[in-house]
């Protein structure tokens, strides 16, 4: 999950940021769970507008009675009814495209508690915050901190360069902010332009994420990368290797998601194989897991995990 909004091709999305401040919508349950109501709602508010619900009926009918998921979503990404009333008025179709992903919601969700189940039994120490499925301006995807994952279905859904299925995307995109929130929070708090955010951290950051929802949903949330960087893994690794200890980020993360030719968020690509080498090599998976999590020295574990570029 990148820590600032990203601009993704034609479609300007933000995805998925990591809130400074964690503040408790509610408190972690014992079984993590994953809520739709406030889609529900937001489409009984548009239906009965006609498509069209003014800023006030938004504030008062859709933000107003929404899930303290939403509320948490709204305050931190500033999201009104007058801006959601913006966005309707001058990108209605992605709101009307969305409705192709409430068809997916069930199976979603009982795929993310199987998810959800798979990382409790692997770690016993994990964070079963809730995720809810909200409805917002058109961008972010989504915000992640301790308290919980809120994706915007809308955002989500018009996000046509991540995976090609729609269930699919939803399950790997969670999954992998899921494993954001489980690292280590002097870790999380690391932005952009900070002297100790460095490629190799922050793509170590971002490829955990990647490694632990491959791990318990079967799929990393960039599933373009597997198709965009065969044949080039040297070339783009030797590459990484040159500028990990540099603290522009520009050529690796919030870059977007690039095309076949010129692939953008490489640091996830590379930053996962780091990860995944690290998990495969050591012989207690949930130490290694607590490892990944709680990582602090970035060489120290890129040291530990083996990896070599490809040759």
Known sequence: MPLQPKTRGPVVVALLVLAASSPAWAAPPRRAVVLTQDVTRFYEVYDAAGGQPSAGQLDRDYLGQGSEGLRHFAQVRNVTGARIADTLGRRPEIYVAARRCLTVLPAVKRRLTTAFGKLARLYPEATLSPVTIVVGRGRPIGVADSSGVA????????????????????????????????????????????????????????????????????????????????????????????????????????????????????????GHRIVKAYYDRAPDKRQALADIFEMADPKAFLTASGWRPAS
């Open 151 to 270: 994706m915007g279905l809308e955002a989500l859904c018009a996000a046509d360069f991540m995976h090609p299925d729609l269930e699919d995307r939803f399950v790997h995109t969670i999954a992998h902010e899921y494993g954001h929130i489980q690292q280590a929070q002097a870790l999380k708090d690391l932005e952009p332009g900070d002297a100790g955010a460095t490629v190799l951290r922050m793509s170590l950051m971002e490829g955990a994420a990647e490694f632990v929802g491959e791990l318990i949903s079967g799929a990393p949330g960039n599933h373009q990368h597997r198709a965009w960087t065969k044949g080039r893994e040297a070339q783009i690794e030797a590459a990484f290797v040159a500028d990990q200890d540099k603290t522009d980020l520009s050529a690796w993360l919030n870059n977007g998601p690039g095309t076949a030719e010129k692939p953008g968020d490489l640091g996830y690509w590379v």
